[in-house]
């Protein structure tokens, strides 16, 4: 329960068009340096929100509060100041195709500061370098990938330093491995230059691993808001409907069990008389520290093949398996005691080299242009299972007997 005054609140807020309400009754509170992400079936008004947010739309009834004080209370001096430290990333990234890049950047300083030349000059170029976009400063965006348009996007976003960055369907239209790219590049700056971020998305599981609070719109009400791993606690029939309506059956960027899948798959298992002879291991590869080594795209399509390779080896077991984290796969063992576990783990271990590590070392070397030297360590966690434990304690107990299974040297030619 957070005891924190709210950055922005919404307070009984009421939005109607044409007699058609789309918000109603709204209540919800979006936190300081969090991701915040807002999802809902079409028409449930995700986009009506952020407009309010950001001062396009104002509330029919209701309120919405900015570090505590109504906006309509506030002098229209102190609500723009409040707004300029707003900026929105648009869904199809709004780039001005006849701008170069460094012109694209700057074009917020030169419509909204009055600042010198030199000056905003200074201040694109610094988040040109920041985001790595030196190479392309002349470029336009039509000569640019579709994720450098997308960090173009993201530096014009924070040219301004501003204290909230909204974002509209930030990977609508891409393949799982692009998605997880634009996540990983929103949850990388908004910790380097420690802005708050609001999110409407429909990637789902993926967008979960990065958000600190979900915010479920239901028929234009709030459903739930919170962490999702206490989403998944509740019992709330109209929770549930909606996680396995989005959720699916697998999360696509590795094709294992949805967290929801998987907590059926538990479910099922403790009706089950042979649940009390059984084991979990909790898999980690540290995916920040991989990313730093041998790049975005690479460490995602290592994390990918682990999920693919893991599903195969432990189907075959009759395992099961789900991503719990950005970087995390746990994975149950029926029928098995400890020492079974631990052995399946260690040839799993022994046999990932040819595996998945193989897979990626074309990707590094496309990425890198040479043989980059790295370093891919593996930890688990090897539990057994208790029948009245919940997932969540599962988890728990994983993480806290974490090690390094294996390490794989950047040779690719063997393994410590």
Not at 348 to 372: C, P, Q, Y
Request: aromatic share 8%; hydrophobic share 40%.
């Amino acid at each position: 329960m957070e005891t924190e005054t709210p950055l922005i609140e919404f307070r009984n807020v009421t939005k109607r068009f044409n007699g058609k309400t789309v918000l109603d009754n709204i209540n919800l509170s979006i936190y300081e340096n969090q991701v915040t992400t807002i999802i809902g079936k079409s028409g449930t008004g995700k986009s009506v929100l952020l407009k309010h947010i950001i001062g396009l739309l104002r509330p029919d009834e209701g309120t919405i509060l900015f570090q505590g004080k109504p906006v309509n209370e506030m002098k229209r001096a102190e609500w723009e100041g409040h707004r300029k430290e707003i900026a929105f990333l648009f869904q199809n990234n709004a780039l001005f195709d006849s701008m170069t890049v460094f012109d694209n950047v700057a074009f917020p300083l030169r419509q909204t500061t009055k600042l010198s030349k030199s000056e905003i000059e200074k201040r694109a170029m610094k988040r040109i370098e920041d985001l790595e976009l030196g190479e392309a400063i002349g470029k336009f965006p039509s000569e640019l990938s579709g994720g450098m348009q997308k960090r173009v996007a993201l530096a014009r976003a924070l040219v301004t330093d501003p204290r909230i960055v909204l974002f509209d369907e930030p990977t609508t239209g891409q393949d799982p491995i692009r998605k997880n790219m634009i996540l990983s590049m929103i949850i990388h700056y908004r910790k380097k230059f420690g802005f708050t971020a609001v999110m409407i998305s429909h990637d789902i599981p993926d967008v979960f691993f990065i958000s600190d609070r979900v915010i479920i719109l239901w028929e234009g009400s709030v459903g739930f808001q919170g962490p999702y791993e206490e989403a998944l606690r509740l019992k709330v029939p109209m929770i549930e409907e909606f996680l396995r309506s989005l959720d699916g059956f697998e999360d696509e960027l590795t094709g294992l069990l949805s967290r929801e899948a998987f907590k059926m798959h538990y479910v099922a298992l403790l009706g089950n008389t042979s649940m009390e002879k059984t084991s979990a291991a909790l898999l980690s590869v540290r995916l920040n520290i991989l990313q730093e080594a041998i790049g975005a795209q690479a460490s995602l399509e290592f994390l990918k093949a682990l999920g693919q390779y893991t599903n195969q080896y432990f189907n075959n077991i009759g395992g099961f398996s789900a991503r719990h984290s950005r970087d995390e796969i746990l994975t149950i063992f029926p029928r098995t005691d400890l020492g079974e576990a631990r052995k399946l783990v260690r040839d799993f271990s022994k046999k990932l080299e040819n595996g998945v590590i193989e897979r990626i070392k074309d990707v590094v070397l496309a990425g890198s242009g040479a043989e980059t030297c790295f370093d891919i360590y593996m930890h688990a966690g090897i539990t057994e299972v208790s029948p009245d434990d919940s997932i969540e304690q599962i988890i728990e107990k994983g993480r806290a007997r974490q090690e390094i299974i294996s390490k794989h040297r950047c040779d690719f030619g063997g393994k410590e």
